[in-house]
């Protein structure tokens, strides 16, 4: 995944999105990764030692993925919000 940054004050409802919608596709990669890992290990193509390694990366990337998408989501959600009217 490339460089991201937690500063959304300079990016507009169109970037959030575009953000949103590359996550997405990096959680799809990492789920197809993850099946591969497991079916690499149940082809005995790789160690157990190897598959440790790799599912330990693998669930690192996805923890972040969620971080991100939990953070995007607030975003949107704040950003959909309307201020309430006065009651003057």
Do not use: C
Not at 8 to 24: T, V, W
Not at 37 to 50: E, G, K, M, T
Not at 66 to 83: G, M, V
């Amino acid at each position: 995944m490339t460089t991201w940054s937690e500063d959304f004050s300079g990016r507009d409802l169109a970037a959030i999105l575009q953000s949103q919608s590359e996550n997405r596709a990096w959680g799809k990669e990492l789920r197809r990764r993850n099946s591969a890992l497991v079916n690499s290990r149940l082809a005995h193509v790789i160690s157990q030692a190897d598959y440790l390694t790799d599912r330990k990366l693998v669930q690192d990337d996805s923890l972040e993925y969620r971080r991100r998408a939990t953070l995007l989501d607030a975003q949107l959600n704040q950003r959909s919000t309307r201020p309430l009217l006065s009651a003057n």
